[in-house]
């Protein structure tokens, strides 16, 4: 179900923005051909979206915490983490482009009917919902893929000298001779495989009992995941 629903929803997404991925032939013809704004614009919507889910689990995952009086075991540290890492996306995306007023509407739009949507869905089932970020963190590694593919290929000449912004630089660590557009993509897209890899493995992780093994408080005591925690070890 959730990898049906990631499907859908890049199918709606890509028949709006008129994208297709670069096996497809009809790609390069004048209305699928993805300029350096396209993608741009693309990019800024997405991680407008992604930085959602991280922060409605943790939200959510802090309550259940304060309502039940009981440890969350690591997991609200690593999902704020992951929608601060989206957040800085969308921020460094927007060094590139500034927006215009119908990109803000969809925006609005978009993060109303899917905050809504998510947080509905997280109280329902928790599992599922890290399973479907999974798929949709595969999806964007599919789409970063494909960019830094067409600009291999030249189809991207503004960007083959461009440096990535400042912002980006120090958020990364980006060292001297690799500050490129092409060097951002590869760190952009990494992050992305890694929310991926994390939230396959949260959504097999028992919701309730299972400790983050992505967390650094955790990451020791993995061995002892089986087993119940002390509760005079870790308060988290």
Not at 156 to 170: G, I
């Amino acid at each position: 179900m959730a990898l049906g629903t990631v499907r859908f929803l890049r199918w709606g997404m890509d028949l709006v923005t008129g994208y297709r991925h670069s096996h497809r032939r009809d790609v390069h013809s004048s209305r699928f051909r993805m300029t350096e704004q396209k993608w741009i614009t693309r990019f800024i919507f997405l991680e407008s979206v992604a930085g959602v889910p991280g922060m409605v689990a943790a939200m959510l995952r802090h309550l259940k915490s304060l309502r039940r009086m009981r440890r969350d075991y690591g997991w609200i540290e690593t999902l704020l983490e992951e929608a601060y890492n989206e957040r800085m996306h969308l921020l460094t995306f927007l060094k590139l482009s500034q927006p215009g007023p119908a990109m803000y509407f969809m925006v609005l739009a978009a993060q109303t009917v899917f905050f809504t949507g998510f947080s509905l869905a997280y109280l329902i089932s928790p599992r599922i919902c890290h399973r479907f970020v999974g798929y949709l963190e595969e999806e964007a590694v599919i789409t970063y893929t494909n960019a830094i593919q067409e600009l291999d290929r030249g189809n991207l000449p503004l960007w083959s000298n461009m440096e990535a912004p400042a912002m980006a630089v120090k958020y990364w660590q980006m060292p001297e001779g690799q500050r490129s557009i092409r060097s951002l993509l590869l760190y952009v897209r990494a992050d992305e495989a890694n929310h991926r890899d994390v939230n396959h493995t949260l959504g097999s992780l028992n919701q309730d009992r299972d400790p983050n093994p992505f967390s650094a408080k955790f990451k020791n005591a993995i061995k002892e995941a089986s087993q119940p925690l002390s509760p005079m070890k870790e308060y988290r």
